[in-house]
């Protein structure tokens, strides 16, 4: 099973989502990797049936208390950063992988431009399962549309890692 990242959480959060199991999953790794408050206690023992609002005030207190503001938009890119390694190491397809970032780019009445790429990518790679040219990405074909996916979220990966880099660095 996958390890939650608090990425996810926070991107869950961003996006007004909550699930559950997710929650607990990402609640009890915490603890399990030694992070223990009282809010991740109490949101990894919760089971089924779950109360949104409920499960939702809890996860944000535990974000609280383990030190994440309430500024998510670093978290939505570290998660797609985490997506798109996924896809690059094989442990997601990365059509997948890309489809899932691409998704991210519109939510909440927001755009995020910086994933507005894979949003026109994951586009892209459907019109060229059905037809010979899509209007999507320049120059993208069939035959490229697989390496022009992986360059691109090796290059986000990339900024995304040095983005985190200077964050740290400057605090």
């Not at 094989?90 to 997948?96: N, R």
């Not at 755009?111 to 994951?122: C, K, W």
Request: one cysteine or more.
């Amino acid at each position: 099973m996958k390890v939650i990242s608090t990425a996810a959480i926070r991107t869950a959060r961003a996006l007004g989502r909550v699930d559950g199991e997710q929650c607990a999953s990402w609640a009890t790794s915490m603890l399990e990797r030694g992070v223990d408050t009282p809010h991740l206690r109490k949101l990894a023992g919760v089971l089924p049936p779950f109360n949104p609002f409920e499960l939702a005030a809890i996860r944000d207190r535990a974000l609280e208390e383990i030190g994440c503001d309430s500024d998510d938009e670093p978290s939505v890119s570290e998660f797609s950063a985490e997506l798109l390694r996924d896809g690059l190491d094989g442990s997601l397809e990365l059509t997948d992988a890309v489809r899932q970032v691409g998704e991210l780019c519109f939510t909440q009445d927001q755009h995020r431009a910086h994933l507005f790429d894979f949003y026109l990518l994951a586009h892209a790679h459907d019109d060229l399962a059905v037809m010979e040219v899509s209007g999507y990405w320049p120059d993208a074909m069939r035959e490229n549309i697989g390496a022009i996916m992986r360059e691109r979220a090796q290059q986000f990966v990339k900024e995304v890692l040095a983005e985190a880099s200077e964050r740290v660095d400057g605090e």
